[in-house]
């Protein structure tokens, strides 16, 4: 791919792909490596950082190529380390992008967005009131990766599909970022979480892939009643479909599904939602995975108690799966599940 300006953007090829490059512009083969090594591993910002490599060398490089075409517009640290960052195309258009650490792990999460936008358009999702705008392409969806290892200078370790859109809407540039990580950051599959609002033909098609990434499924509903009020897509793709799609996944990968369910006061998280939940999860190879509700300003819908929350994981623990409540991160910088709205309407962003 070439940019505006006719240069050739790196972000995203793999290591033959360089190899090409490299070839092309009349270099030894080796250089791609080396290249390789500078943009995926260390990581490098600019060419002039490439410090193994002749100053000739960077010079061609930054005459004829650009590592990646995206800019950080704005970028915002939460109290708990948590960074949002508001991410441009050359199009104009924006993403977020989250950074997650933990205080007593060495991972390095990011919480990476497939759409502008989402078509699917649940409603308690700030993401999905915003509608759909495009897709983004496998090099748009690495770039993000990219523009945090080159920002913070560490390397990721752990890649959730968690942020804005429905990666199995935009499937096979989903897929083809997924093998990027997987190949050339060298990012296990085990360290891959897809989540989807269940796309079930898709599931099926991610499935024959067989590969070991984890799958998890956007729930939130113990049946298809309550679902088809939070979540359009269950008009489509009924809860039925999907658990039998969710089975074909954990039958022919061997893995656990997770299960995510947003709980939200006096709507989907009351004792008899949970015991509902544990009957309808009883044959599928599952863990919970229980997220409390985290507040936009475009619904209505309220954060459940502390109390409640733990009366609802009581009955879960009473079934057969493991239960947990998902940790809290960036909640005071409008980074949480759901909060992602990609433009800078929020006040909390500070300019980069
Ligand atoms: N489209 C995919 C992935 C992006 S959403 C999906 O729906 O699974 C990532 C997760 O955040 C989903 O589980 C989603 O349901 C959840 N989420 C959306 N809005 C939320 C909110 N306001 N509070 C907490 N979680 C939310
Ligand atoms: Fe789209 Fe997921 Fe938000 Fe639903 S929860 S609107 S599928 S991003």
Known sequence: MQNKINKTILAGLTLSELEKFITDIEEPKFRAKQLHQWIYKKPASTFDQMSNLSKDFRNKLSELAVITNIQISQKVVSKDGTIKYLLEYPDGKRVETVLMSYQNRPNLTACISTQIGCAVGCVFCATGKKGFVRNLTSAEIIEQLLAIQMDTGLVVTNIVFMGQGEPLLNYEETVKAINIINSEF??????????????????????????????????????????????????????????EALKFFTRKTGRRVTIEYLLIDKINDSIEHAYKLNSLLKDLKCNINLIPFNPIKECGFKKPSVERVNKFKEILDLGTKKATIRLERGNDIAAACGQLAGDQTNSIYTNH
């Open 186 to 243: 060298e990012i296990g599959m085990r360290r891959i979480t897809v989540s989807t609002c269940g796309i079930a033909p898709n599931i099926r098609k991610l499935t024959e892939l067989n590969r070991q990434l984890i799958l998890a499924l956007s729930l939130h509903a113990p049946d298809s009643e309550l679902r088809k009020q939070l979540m359009p897509i269950e008009n489509k793709y009924p809860l039925d479909e999907v658990m």
